[in-house]
C-alpha cells in the first residue's frame, strides 16, 4: 500500500470522504496499520475519537500495535469473513483496500458493514481489478499467461480469489439496495522501472508463483527478461487501475 500513497492515492480517498470531523473510523484488513494512522492523522480531530483496524493475520496486528502503541490506534485480530464483531450503528467510516476479493460471502459482508455503520454513514472500499493490470513487453502471450496466473492465485491467506472484484465492486454494493453510491477509478501508472515501484514489487510477488508450483522458474525469468528489456529501452508501462466504491447507508 504505501507504494500506491506515493501516486495520490492517500488524497484521492481522502477527498471522497464526505465528513471530515469524525467520532470513529474501521479500517477492514488494516495490515501493518498504515493506512489508519494516515486517515487518523487526517480526521482524528475530535475528542474521543476511535480509529480501529482489523486484520485475519496475527502477525500484522501485532507488528501494528507495537509501531503506533501510542499513537490512540486500536487494532484487533479479527477474520472479517466470520462477521465484524462489533455493535450496530458504530463507525462514521467503514474502510478498506483490497480485501473483498478474499471473502467467500461477500452479500453478507457488505450487510455486516452496513449493520456497524451510523446511520448517513459512509462505506469506502477499493480494490484492484488485477485482470485490469498491464505491463508493456515484446511478448504478449507469456505476459498475458503470467498474469491470468497471478490473478487467480488463491494465495493461502486467501479465503477466495476473483480477478475482476474491482469492476464488480459497484454491483455488489449496489445490488443489495442498502447504500447510494457512486464508483470512481484511480489508475496507477508508472513508466520507471525499479526497486520499490509498484510495478517491481509486482514481479517480485509474481516470483513467489514458482515456489507455489504455479508457473516454473524458466516461464518466470522469461518474464523478468521481457520486463527488464522494454525497461532499458526506454519503452517500461505499468498500469494498475484501482476501482473505488463510496457509499452512504440507506
Not at 61 to 89: P, Q, R, V
Request: net charge negative.
Amino acid at each position: 500500500m504505501d507504494n500506491m500513497w506515493k501516486h495520490g492515492l492517500q488524497q484521492y480517498v481522502l477527498s471522497l470522504l464526505k465528513k471530515k470531523r469524525i467520532k470513529s473510523f474501521l479500517d477492514i484488513g488494516c495490515g501493518y496499520g498504515k493506512d489508519l494512522n494516515y486517515f487518523k492523522e487526517q480526521l482524528g480531530n475530535t475528542s474521543g475519537s476511535r480509529f480501529v483496524g482489523i486484520d485475519k493475520l496475527e502477525r500484522t496486528i501485532s507488528s501494528a500495535c507495537e509501531k503506533y502503541s501510542e499513537d490512540g490506534l486500536e487494532f484487533y485480530t479479527m477474520d472479517a469473513a466470520n462477521g465484524l464483531k462489533f455493535t450496530d450503528n458504530l463507525f462514521d467510516i467503514v474502510y478498506s483496500m483490497n480485501v473483498m476479493e478474499c471473502i467467500k460471502d461477500k452479500f453478507n459482508h457488505i450487510k455486516e458493514i452496513h449493520r456497524v455503520l451510523k446511520p448517513r454513514g459512509q462505506v469506502v472500499y477499493c480494490h484492484c481489478d488485477w485482470d485490469s493490470v498491464i505491463y508493456n513487453g515484446e511478448d504478449k502471450e507469456r505476459i498475458k499467461d503470467i498474469l491470468n496466473k497471478y490473478c487467480n492465485w488463491k494465495q493461502p491467506w486467501m479465503d477466495d480469489a476473483d480477478s475482476w472484484i474491482g469492476r464488480r465492486l459497484w454491483g455488489l454494493f449496489n445490488s443489495t439496495g442498502l447504500f447510494s453510491g457512486e464508483v470512481r477509478i484511480f489508475n496507477i501508472i508508472e513508466t520507471n522501472y525499479s526497486e520499490g515501484s509498484n510495478g517491481w514489487d509486482m514481479v517480485k510477488e509474481i516470483g513467489y508463483m514458482v515456489e507455489a508450483g504455479v508457473i516454473t522458474k524458466d516461464e518466470y525469468d522469461r518474464f523478468v527478461y521481457d520486463i527488464e528489456a522494454v525497461s532499458r529501452n526506454g519503452e517500461y508501462l505499468y498500469v494498475r487501475p484501482i476501482y473505488i466504491y463510496s457509499g452512504i447507508k440507506i
